[in-house]
């Protein structure tokens, strides 16, 4: 079965800082990854997606991933950080077998001070 | 522009009451999805369709019930058997429900509260 952690429930952060947040997966298939943003009291935004090919990956906003299959992480960066970041932050797995939906980490909150 | 409608934003209901959650998408997929985000718990996936009139349920669908009678609408029922019904319920859709990498596109959730 395929599960997702997320090692950091909170990570504060100065404005212009680097950020990593940390996501590990469990699976015995292959593996798509995505990771998700949360702003307050919205829905979820597609941030960037792993399917196949370059383990590095780039999506939205300036943030970029990097697929590591030794060591099952998919951890989200981003070089430099703006107030405007802060928000909850989703790592997800897609399930195997027939079923199209994802699974969920349990959320990263990054907040970005001035 | 085409999108995921959710309403009401907010809903108070009192324990007991059955209460329906609206969910539109006018963006044409064949998917939707309904999540339930409680704070430290992530999403945790109630009820999915992959085709009008059919649907599967996810990992926490007690309590509730769903329909798909229309690809554009998906609307799900907390009924009076679901124990902690309080919770940010979200609805989303993906372009092929077969698809293991289909986005989902998520609607702005409804918070429900009963008390």
């Known amino acids: 079965a395929q599960s997702v952690t997320q090692l950091d429930s909170q990570v504060p952060v100065f404005e212009e800082a680097p950020v990593e947040l940390r996501c590990n997966y469990s699976s015995s298939v292959s593996v798509y990854l995505f990771w998700y943003v949360q702003y307050p009291n919205q829905g979820l935004q597609l941030l960037l997606k792993y399917l196949s090919g370059s383990t590095l990956v780039k999506g939205i906003n300036g943030f970029e991933a990097e697929f590591n299959k030794s060591q099952t992480s998919f951890h989200l960066r981003k070089p430099s950080v703006h107030i405007s970041d802060t928000a909850e932050y989703f790592c997800?797995?897609?399930?195997?077998?027939?079923?199209?939906?994802?699974?969920f980490g349990k959320g990263t909150k990054l907040s970005v001070k001035p | 522009d085409g999108g995921i409608t959710q309403s009401p934003k907010y809903l108070f209901r009192k324990e007991g009451q059955n209460v329906t959650l609206s969910c539109e998408q006018n963006?044409?997929?064949?998917?939707m999805y309904w999540y339930r985000q409680d704070p430290g718990q992530g999403l945790r996936l109630i009820y999915y369709?992959?085709?009008?009139?059919?649907?599967q349920k996810g990992d926490i669908a007690e309590g509730y019930s769903v329909s798909r009678e229309k690809k554009e609408s998906f609307p799900l029922t907390v009924t009076s058997a679901q124990k902690n019904p309080t919770a940010f319920y979200l609805c989303?859709?993906?372009?092929?429900?077969?698809?293991?990498?289909?986005?989902?596109?998520f609607g702005n959730g409804t918070r429900l509260t009963v008390t």
């Open positions: 963006l044409n997929h064949d998917a």
């Open positions: 989303a859709s993906s372009i092929v429900g077969a698809s293991f990498h289909s986005p989902l596109h």
């Open positions: 997800a797995v897609s399930r195997g077998g027939s079923q199209g939906n994802l699974i």
């Open positions: 369709s992959q085709i009008v009139n059919d649907f």
